[in-house]
Nanobody, 120 residues
Framework: QVQLVESGGGLVQAGGSLRLSCAASGSVFSINAMGWYRQAPGKQRELAATISGGGSTNYADSVKGRFTISRDNAKNTMYLQMNSLKPEDTAVYYC??????????????WGQGTQVTVSS
């Protein structure tokens, strides 16, 4: 069984910073692309940032220049450093991974989400 567990969310004032983590555990063999998605109240889930197995990154225009995605392959962990936070960044942030699991093959996995709230 594979689990993705996010941590690091919370309440922060506008202009502040938070660092999210996503750790993959269980029968993980290898991880391809990973990404952070977010869903604000009443809105659809949207892409925030992705990172390939080789480290190439992609960002939504709304977070470009403020957020930085990274990963530590030795720890099967991905991070999202969020700076200059705005109230419109308030959302539940979800971790996603395209990975190979022992005995299960390749699949797409999601974490349970972590709440980020930015006050004005």
């Amino acid at each position: 069984q594979v689990q993705l567990v996010e941590s690091g969310g919370g309440l922060v004032q506008a202009g502040g910073s938070l660092r999210l983590s996503c750790a993959a555990s269980g029968s993980v063999f290898s991880i391809n692309a990973m990404g952070w998605y977010r869903q604000a109240p009443g809105k659809q889930r949207e892409l925030a940032a992705t990172i390939s197995g080789g480290g190439s990154t992609n960002y939504a225009d709304s977070v470009k220049g403020r957020f930085t995605i990274s990963r530590d392959n030795a720890k099967n962990t991905m991070y999202l450093q969020m700076n200059s936070l705005k109230p419109e960044d308030t959302a539940v942030y979800y971790c996603n991974a395209d990975l190979w699991a022992l005995g299960r093959g390749r699949g797409d996995y999601w974490g349970q989400g972590t709440q980020v709230t930015v006050s004005s």
